[in-house]
């Protein structure tokens, strides 16, 4: 059975903190994805990375690093939590076009 | 700008009765399109698909139509059921990229 593993189900942070949310795939994709998830928003892709040591930029970017140095592992780091970036925080990888979702990590910034 | 869009937040159906969510898209170059569904608290799960190719695809009580003159797609649900009462995500591919592209949702709900 397919699983993407985020560390995390829910975290409280305070504003101005630097926060590590961390994501784990065991089923050798090569792409792994970072989105959030606001009501009337839908789905919004932050970064992407299509292979070791490579990202790419999403929609949303700013306030937002990640990191992939392994295959299976895909971190998104908020440099500077601010209490706009509360938010249900959706991790996935793909090989093809499906694409296999995390439980996601429901993020509060206080 | 939105290239993926679900223009229903909501939709309620009668327990039994047909369920049809829509979704329009922008891009020409999308080449699948895809359905999920999200529970409260749950990442999204993958519903069905249907390639860029094709006008139709059906899996059990689930059919997705696909018309590409119109740029437009939907889900069918029948019979609906209570459990189907979740988010639905309409999401697209284009045939030169890697990440999909998501609507904002539409919220069903099935009541007994």
């Known amino acids: 059975d397919v699983k993407v593993t985020q560390s995390s189900r829910y975290l409280v942070k305070r504003t101005g903190e630097k926060v590590f949310l961390e994501c784990v795939q065991d089923m050798d994709h090569e792409n792994m994805f970072w989105y959030r998830q606001d009501p009337g928003l839908g789905l919004r892709l932050i970064y992407f990375?299509?292979?070791?040591?490579?990202?790419e930029k999403g929609d949303i970017p700013e306030g937002y690093s990640v990191s992939r140095e392994k295959k299976e592992r895909f971190s998104l780091i908020l440099e500077s939590a601010s209490t706009n970036q509360t938010s249900m925080y959706l991790c996935?990888?793909?090989?093809?076009?499906?694409?296999?979702f995390g439980q996601g990590t429901r993020l509060t910034v206080v | 700008d939105q290239q993926v869009k679900q223009n229903s937040p909501s939709l309620s159906v009668q327990e039994g009765r047909i369920s049809i969510l829509n979704c329009d898209y922008t891009n020409s170059m999308f080449d699948y399109f895809l359905w999920y569904k999200k529970y409260p608290a749950e990442g999204p799960t993958f519903l069905i698909s249907i390639s860029s190719i094709k006008d139709k695809n059906e899996d059990g009580r689930f059919t997705v139509f696909l018309n590409k003159s119109a740029k437009h797609l939907s889900l069918h649900i029948v019979p609906s059921q209570p459990g189907d009462s979740a988010v639905y995500f309409c999401a697209a591919r284009d045939h030169s990229g890697y990440a999909l592209n998501f609507g904002k949702g539409t919220s069903l709900l099935v009541t007994p």
């Open positions: 996935a990888s793909s090989r093809g076009y499906e694409a296999f």
């Open positions: 990375s299509y292979d070791v040591k490579m990202k």
